[in-house]
């Protein structure tokens, strides 16, 4: 129950980081560039969301006065570090079967 709006901004999104191409015409409609077991979750969450970022300081140090001497600055790193890892290692393919 999406709206045709919301589903053209996805595809939009997707299309532009290359990740589905679309087709105009009777037999149009979109398809995948590559295999399913090569796209990553983490292709289609930033092409959807942007960069991935727990907190902001993780992507622009300036946003933060603190972050020069951030005692958290570490973890929240090696958080990052893990759910990157685990969302390029989960691909499309295994997540639509």
Do not use: M, N
């Not at 590559?34 to 946003?63: H, M, N, W, Y």
């Not at 006065?65 to 295994?94: F, V």
């Amino acid at each position: 129950k999406l709206s045709s709006g919301y589903l053209e901004e996805v595809a939009a999104a997707l299309r532009a980081a290359g990740l589905i191409r679309g087709r105009t015409g009777p037999k149009g409609g979109y398809s995948l560039t590559r295999a399913p077991k090569f796209i990553t979750t983490e292709d289609i969450i930033t092409a959807l969301e942007g960069p991935i970022a727990l907190v902001g300081c993780q992507t622009d140090s300036e946003i933060c006065p603190l972050a020069g001497g951030c005692s958290s600055k570490r973890l929240w790193g090696a958080l990052q570090r893990k759910i990157q890892t685990s969302l390029r290692k989960t691909t499309l393919a295994e997540i639509s079967s």
